[in-house]
């Protein structure tokens, strides 16, 4: 259902949600350095490339001042497997203290994370390989069951599939992403990150406005989830988004807003 009311309380909500641009800035500098240094440590070992990869680059990430385990995501790309996963944590480890000493520094598996003042990077290893057909392979290790496997990961899967939506439509995609990962944060990160961002996806309608996008988006939310607390979350937002439909149908447009709230608290 439209309502201009709701959309402006989302937007207004965005706005304290999203990295602002000083935290952007800090970050990008930051990024800078880290490169041309991981670029000196590394240059005798293989390294193909360095790239940021994840929310930060999808422009999805939650400000550090909503989430303090908002990060961003390091690929550091190898051309083959010279050493196995730990090995490559310890090295990182090491490239970390040698230019960082004074930084918290620890190993967040399968990364080294590095906090620089307000800000936590994640260094990622990762193993590049060409195959016959000339596609592109990348590996990144994984800690499954005990063990720790190289899984096949895509970095630009996501960003590929968000900028498929241009102009207006992009940035509502963003948006509704930013708005769904705030009700998880709030409900104790029921849901992976990576989960938000795909569901967010394949229920996306770029006809849609911001409030109408973000209520189907709870009005889709399913009750067979393996965990219980899933459940319970989705079933007290979805409660709520039929108590804002019946309230806007009788002009109660207030007290539909007491219920946007309760799914998206105010800060």
Known sequence: MVNEKLRTYLEELLSKISIQEIEHQKIDASVVVIKERLEKYFENDGLKEIRVFGSF???????????????????????????????????????????????????DHPTIALKLGHIKFELVPCRY?????????????????????????????????????????NQMLINLILLFKYWNLKIGFQYDSFQVEKYSLKKFYKSYHLEENFLNFIDNL?????????????????????????????DMEDYAMLEIKKILPEI
Do not use: C, M
């Open 222 to 250: 399913n009750y067979s989830n393996p965990k219980q607390s899933q459940n319970d979350a989705n079933k007290i937002a979805k409660l709520s988004h039929k108590k804002i439909d019946i309230l806007l149908d009788n």
């Open 129 to 169: 390989n060409r195959t016959f057909w000339g596609n592109d392979e990348f590996f990144i290790p994984l800690k499954k069951d005990g063990e720790v496997e190289w899984i096949e990961t895509e970095p630009d899967y996501l960003k590929e599939k968000i900028s498929e939506y241009e102009g207006e439509a």
């Open 57 to 107: 680059d999808r422009g999805t990430l939650l400000s550090r001042d909503i989430d303090e385990e908002s990060d961003v995501d390091i690929l550091v790309v190898f051309n083959e497997q010279k050493w196995e996963s730990q090995t490559y944590l310890n090295k990182f480890k090491q490239f970390a203290e040698a230019y960082y000493s004074r930084s918290e520094i620890y190993q």
